[in-house]
């Protein structure tokens, strides 16, 4: 049989409880809640933070987008696929982030391997990520022709000798990239954003983000990293907090031409719907002056931590995120079924997403979230890890 392996390697996983299949869900009229095979479960694993998604402004943005534009570019950004709403939102990141320039792309994945791919096209680029970097990032990184160091989790000292020492490298020049999360997506701590701003400027390395799970929920007006510093590149998806889909890079002009010119990523796909693009304008406009979405998830994310047990292993968090660590694959499957019996929908999360030995509840509050919510799952889950 060709391929072989195939059977073999999901069979392992399978013996390792590391097996993954796909769950069809229909979502309810509340956006706390989730539908599958019709039955109803309070849902603790969304990452619409804002609680946006289904926001009748934004469906209504869309269906607009749709008469000025249709429901596709039809195109690649570089032929004719790049229109008035992608334009406009771009300009709207720019002033929202306050970046001179903007490049939208499919996914936060694509973006992420469109960025080290490109600036990694220079054998004496030097890449240094966060051991605990997107699995994109990683890549993009790996697959490139740069040099690439990852540093311990955090860990500031670390990377400050890695730069250290690459100064003495007769090819390393100023081609450096330090690389991060703003906000890891596994444990919802965040990076030591001001301490790797600084750290960059004193090194003539350029800072870059994903800020995935920050933009929208961190910052006055949901700015995300560049609320705390000046990020040289910022990378954030719009399915997130931002509640439509699509990705964007937001950098210098110097960048922004480089990638519309040697991005592989960016010159061969398809531009995204200019009528999404229209919709997340309208998203972007509510995440600036609804700063009740984010009061509300910190409320109720010290509610939360107040409720839970001290048997209870829970990573301090600023963020959205908080995640229950398990240890053992098995034991956080368990764990997961027994609240799905109690109509509590909470993925457990296992390598290779995270470390062997620490499988984990990734419970994700959000703003459509309230305080019976909360009282629910923290009782829940106490009564189950005890």
């Known amino acids: 049989m060709s391929f072989d392996f195939i059977r073999t390697d999901i069979d392992e996983q399978k013996a390792k409880s590391r097996y993954r299949q796909l769950v069809c869900t229909s979502t309810a009229s509340q956006g706390n809640e ?167 400027k004193t090194n003539s390395a350029w800072l870059y983000l994903d800020d995935a799970h920050s933009i929208g929920v961190i910052g006055n007006k949901g700015q995300g990293s560049n609320s705390i510093a000046n990020i040289d590149i910022t990378m954030a998806t719009f399915g997130k907090a931002i509640a439509t889909s699509g990705a964007f890079l937001a950098c210098d002009e110097n960048l922004h031409e480089y990638l519309v010119n040697f991005s592989r990523h960016y010159i061969y796909s398809t531009a995204i719907s200019p009528a999404m693009a229209w919709a997340t304008r309208k998203s972007i406009e509510l995440i600036q002056s609804e700063h009740w979405r984010r009061e509300k998830i910190v409320e109720l994310s010290e509610l939360f931590s107040d409720l839970l047990t001290p048997e209870v292993e829970l990573v301090g968090t600023q963020s959205s995120i908080h995640a229950i660590i398990i240890g053992d694959e098995k034991k956080a499957l368990r764990v997961s079924e027994q609240l799905k019996k109690q109509g509590v929908w909470l993925t457990a999360i296992r390598p290779p997403t995270v470390a062997v030995n620490s499988s984990r509840l990734r419970v994700t509050i959000c703003a459509h979230h309230n305080t019976k919510d909360i009282k629910y799952l923290a009782e829940c889950i106490n009564k189950a890890i005890a």
């Open 34 to 200: 989730i539908i599958i095979n019709g039955k109803s479960y309070l849902n603790f694993s969304s990452n619409d933070y804002l609680g946006l998604n289904n926001h009748a402004q934004i469906n209504k943005a869309l269906q607009d987008g749709v008469d000025k534009f249709g429901t596709c570019s039809s195109s690649s950004s570089l032929v004719t696929g790049y229109h008035y709403a992608h334009q406009a939102l771009e300009d709207d990141i720019c002033q929202w982030l306050n970046k001179p320039k903007c490049l939208l792309f499919s996914s936060g994945f694509a973006a992420n391997l469109a960025l080290f791919h490109a600036l990694g096209k220079n054998e004496q680029s030097h890449f240094y990520l966060d051991k605990l970097s997107h699995a994109s990032m990683i890549d993009g990184a790996y697959q490139s022709k740069a040099k690439v160091k990852r540093f311990n989790h955090n860990n500031i000292e670390q990377l400050t000798k890695l730069l250290s020492s690459s100064e003495q490298s007769a090819d390393t020049g100023n081609n450096k990239l330090i690389a991060s999360e703003g906000v890891f997506s596994m444990d919802g701590c965040q990076a030591k954003v001001m301490e790797l701003a600084q750290l960059a």
